[in-house]
């Protein structure tokens, strides 16, 4: 087979991979391979046969098929078998999960440990009691565990363990923007997970089991030893890769923000690091040695990394060119590149869905495409400033459009950002890893290089900090279409390999330009929306009229940071026109500093009690009183404040009028029935789900009534079913999202909303 024609078949299997992210993608990738097979060659005579072009669509039909075979399912003994219907109505499952611990626990967002765990018996917990039931049952899957951080010190891969805690199996995506942790836990074969309460030892051997998870506590130990936390953990992650180092996620947000995430991914560099170390170490030596010691450093560094698909792909390329060295060969980058791709998704063709694998492998394609090219532009510079300027000019244009589509963001300053921290990320790489080599043979060695990296480390956070803090460090332009996405490669491929667009890369860069400023400007200036978030808690909505935006409360910080600030990047916000507080009963855990963090906010509204608690709570703009029972004009929308406490409030947005009514407490029973017969007549009802008097719901006839809970009290689901309201859920809808052409919409499908929906 000539390589032409290993390349297209190559490039048909990636493809075949690609098209399951499309209904008929694999007929789609089919039809292709036939249609090329009877045109192409009629025009390209020297060119790939018909039976090539067949071959491959072949090709593209077997890969989607093969992709289907590996995505894992559950087996008929899996521990989410076991998931009651109780808990996915959102009743607690009170377990005992007894297996064997799969990887080295890891710090969350929320200062709690995790680790997968292979389950291989389940009791149900009578009553809550925490005592298991009589009869346990063996069962088989991974399990996503999470446990306070006292209850996991000390625990390790491949120790028996049983955990108490709730069985919960977790649902899509319920806001726009979110992380989807369904679909996370199903890429990563498990389904269900576990929040642990406490940990008991089972069967507790003698000594500890060896694995690679040793020698990456021993270096990570070694170099936090002197150097201290956070840039122990730097120094750390950028040997090993942040997936296998509990770096501080300030730290780690910060390097997001500032375009700089890669250098905590273990990958290509520190792979062309070490062969370059190897090679020169062992010149006097014969090939066959030279391979064989090279190979084997490759293989003890992916080891340690936990096999992350970036680093095992650079680790594949590197065996090729020691391969090529072991023949005396040129090798040749972009074939090193796809036949690097096209054996790792061979193994694993999950990764091509990857976005580590996915920004790894194109990052490194511009670097094979773009560098020689800007290289030559900078001529005029000396080669060492050339070749620094070159790389992160080279690699931006090919990672941005996946980038957009992803997260919806642009980092300006990443450019300038990587020019000037690659040296310092080079002395920090090649210092990592002698020092990792050291505390391998003594800890106390490793320790002092290390510390020789102090005030390397420390210049680079200071650079992260000072790039992170510039205003406008990241622009959310909202997220693209895959049309758009597949537009903007298309344009960068002809910039790259056709002479005519690459002299004309200028007019390619605009055409791109607009096709993501134009949707984007044109949607901002049209839209009207209004989303009830689905949070727990707070109620939260947001307004969108025409390119402003309304915020009417924030939720606790863990609400503002995985909801709120997802959602207004992903639709393209990068100001709050307006925000609006409406309780009065503000805690320390108020999201209003975690938003205003990120985005800054023109005016602020907050009722006369939350005021001077805003102050103390971080928020340090100036605030204006939101009066009782008066009428403010906010944007396009007016508020009426009737009551703080608890929060009720009206809204006249666009031609409807919504109330919404916060949770009473029980002792106030009296206050609530004087009060809600007061509420005036509403389009829209926006509660929290308990009762609601017969008399009251026929006072106000809603037409649509949100319930920001789980569950509807019965009796006032049935009052609200013999009015013909229609009743939404956010515990099981998702968000919702009305605008004035398509009225009310939901966040998550009607086959999700049926499952625990309970009246």
């Known amino acids: 087979m000539s390589l032409a024609n290993g390349v297209i078949l190559s490039l048909a299997y990636i493809l075949g991979l690609l098209s399951t992210g499309l209904p008929w993608g694999k007929y789609g990738i089919l039809a292709l391979g036939i249609g090329a097979a009877v045109v192409l060659p009629r025009f390209w005579r020297t060119g790939p046969k018909s039976r090539v072009w067949l071959a491959a669509g072949i090709v593209g039909l077997l890969a989607a098929l093969y992709f289907q075979v590996r995505v894992p399912q559950p087996a008929a003994n899996n521990i989410s078998k076991f998931v009651s219907a109780q808990n996915i109505r959102g009743q607690e499952q009170i377990v005992t999960v007894q297996g064997k611990i799969a990887t080295p626990p890891r710090l969350t967002q929320s200062q709690r440990s995790q680790f997968w765990l292979e389950a291989t018996k389940l009791n149900e917990v009578k009553n809550g009691n925490n005592k298991p039931a009589d009869v346990s049952q063996g ?26 805690g709730v069985l919960y199996k977790p649902k899509p995506a319920a806001n726009p923007g979110a992380f989807d942790f369904q679909a996370y836990l199903k890429r990563e074969g498990g389904f269900v997970g576990l929040s642990g309460r406490q940990v008991s030892f089972v069967n507790e051997p003698e000594k500890r089991p060896w694995g690679f998870w040793t020698i990456r506590r021993r270096i990570i130990q070694s170099q936090v030893r002197w150097l201290g936390s956070p840039k122990g953990q730097l120094v750390s992650s950028m040997v090993l890769g942040n997936q296998a180092v509990d770096l501080p996620y300030d730290v780690r947000n910060k390097f997001i923000q500032s375009g700089l995430a890669h250098a905590l991914a273990a990958s290509g560099f520190q792979i062309s690091l070490i062969l370059g170390v190897v090679v020169a170490l062992t010149q006097r030596f014969s090939v066959r040695s030279q391979f064989m010691i090279g190979f084997t450093a490759l293989l003890v560094f992916v080891g340690l990394t936990g096999l992350q698909p970036s680093v095992v792909r650079a680790g594949v390329m590197g065996v090729g060119a020691l391969i090529a060295l072991a023949m ?66 080279a690699v931006f244009p090919w990672v941005l459009p996946l980038q957009l589509y992803i997260f919806g963001l642009v980092s300006p300053y990443s450019i300038l950002a990587n020019i000037i921290s690659t040296p310092l990320i080079s002395i920090i790489s090649i210092g990592g890893i002698i020092s990792a080599l050291a505390s391998l043979i003594w800890p106390l060695a490793g320790s002092a290089l290390a510390w020789l990296l102090y005030y390397p480390s420390q210049w680079l956070i200071l650079l992260v900090q000072f790039f992170s803090q510039l205003p406008g460090n990241s622009i959310a332009v909202g997220t693209i279409s895959i049309l758009q996405l597949l537009t903007l490669y298309g344009l960068i ?54 390119g402003q935006v309304t915020l009417v409360n924030s939720g606790d910080d863990s609400t503002a940071n995985f909801t709120v600030l997802p959602f207004l990047q992903q639709q393209g916000v990068n100001q ?160 919702i999202q009305w605008t004035p052409s398509r009225g009310f919409e939901t966040t998550l499908e009607a086959t999700e909303n049926d499952v625990g929906m309970s009246y």
Do not use: C
């Open 139 to 164: 069962v088989t899957g991974k399990l996503y565990v999470t446990l306070p951080l006292l209850q996991a010190t000390g625990l390790y891969p491949g120790q028996e363990i049983a955990v108490t």
């Open 576 to 735: 709050i026109d307006w925000a609006v507080v409406t309780d009065s009963q503000l805690s320390s855990r108020n999201g209003w500093s975690k938003i205003l963090e990120r985005l800054p906010v023109s005016s602020f509204y907050a009722n006369t009690a939350s005021i001077g608690k805003l102050s103390t709570l971080g928020v340090k703009i100036p605030t204006q009183a939101l009066p009782i029972n008066q009428s403010v004009t906010i944007g396009a929308s007016v508020i009426k404040l009737i009551s703080t406490q608890p929060p009720v409030v009206q809204l006249q947005i666009s031609n409807q009028i919504w109330l919404m009514v916060g949770n009473f407490k029980p002792e106030e029973k009296e206050r609530k029935l004087a009060l809600l017969k007061q509420l005036p007549p509403a389009q829209v009802l926006w509660w929290s789900g308990e009762n609601l008097q017969a008399d009251i719901l026929q006072k106000i006839q809603p037409k649509v009534a949100i319930a920001s809970s789980a569950t509807i009290d019965p009796e006032t689901a049935q009052n609200l079913r013999k009015l013909n309201t229609q009743v939404y859920t956010t515990q099981h809808d998702g968000a």
């Open 493 to 546: 491929a002809l910039a790259s390999l056709s002479k005519w667009w690459r002299r004309r890369w200028w007019f390619a860069g605009l055409i791109a330009a607009s096709l993501v400023i134009v949707p984007v400007w044109q949607t901002k200036g049209t839209l009207f929306r209004v989303t009830v978030l689905s949070t727990p808690g707070e109620p939260v909505l947001v307004i969108q009229d025409k």
């Open 328 to 393: 005396q060969r040129k090798v040749k980058p972009l074939g090193s590149l796809l036949l690097a791709a096209t054996l790792l998704l061979l193994f694993n063709p999950l990764w091509i869905w990857d976005l580590g694998f996915q920004l790894s492998f194109l990052a490194t394609l511009g670097l094979l495409v773009a560098v020689p090219a800007v290289t030559k532009w900078l001529d005029w510079l000396p080669p060492a400033i050339a070749s620094l300027i070159a790389l992160p000019i």
